[in-house]
């Protein structure tokens, strides 16, 4: 699962990826203090389910409803209403934003590398993999990878699908990393 993926203590990317812009004492440091997902994470999060793991959607996202979206979680109806709706791990998004990574999500699977691997036998879906470099394990779950071909396909959101606005963010996130 994505949960044991993170908590295996082999190499990954983003751990790779921050080793090479500070210190290890610091990285350590920051691995051990949890980071709220800021709304653009959790969208991503939720079109990557929604699009390569609909099965996992449901336990795993859910809407807020509309009564209390936009409402302080200080408020008695907000903490009432999350009392009633509790599932440890459960992610939830405000309406807007839900039915956008819907849509989202919809469009990516009608993309035709998207509609050939998707549902091809020799595609796996959120797998990870382990291999030595120099010494050290490492490890990598690609979203897709077609075994037969050697296909990867990265999901990305983005806030600018132009050319120029998703170069900017392979640039800024460091994605050719």
Not at 24 to 52: C, D, F, I
Not at 100 to 127: F, G
Request: charged fraction near 25%; include cysteine; hydrophobic fraction near 30%.
């Amino acid at each position: 699962t994505n949960d044991e993926y993170h908590a295996d203590p082999a190499l990954g990317r983003s751990v790779a990826q921050k080793m090479r812009a500070s210190c290890p004492a610091r990285v350590k440091y920051e691995m051990g203090q949890p980071s709220p997902s800021s709304p653009a994470l959790l969208n991503g999060s939720m079109v990557h389910a929604a699009t390569l793991e609909p099965e996992i959607l449901d336990t795993e996202f859910g809407c807020k409803p509309s009564e209390i979206d936009g409402n302080s979680s200080r408020t008695n109806a907000y903490k009432e209403a999350f009392a009633e709706m509790e599932r440890p791990g459960k992610k939830w998004l405000p309406p807007s934003d839900y039915s956008m990574c819907l849509d989202v999500s919809a469009s990516a699977r009608e993309h035709p590398l998207m509609r050939q691997y998707l549902y091809d036998a020799d595609s796996k879906i959120e797998h990870t993999g382990f291999f030595e470099f120099e010494g050290v394990t490492c490890k990598v779950r690609p979203d897709l990878y077609n075994t037969r071909t050697g296909m990867v396909l990265d999901l990305k959101t983005t806030q600018d699908g132009s050319e120029r606005g998703f170069a900017k963010s392979v640039r800024q996130f460091n994605y050719l990393f």
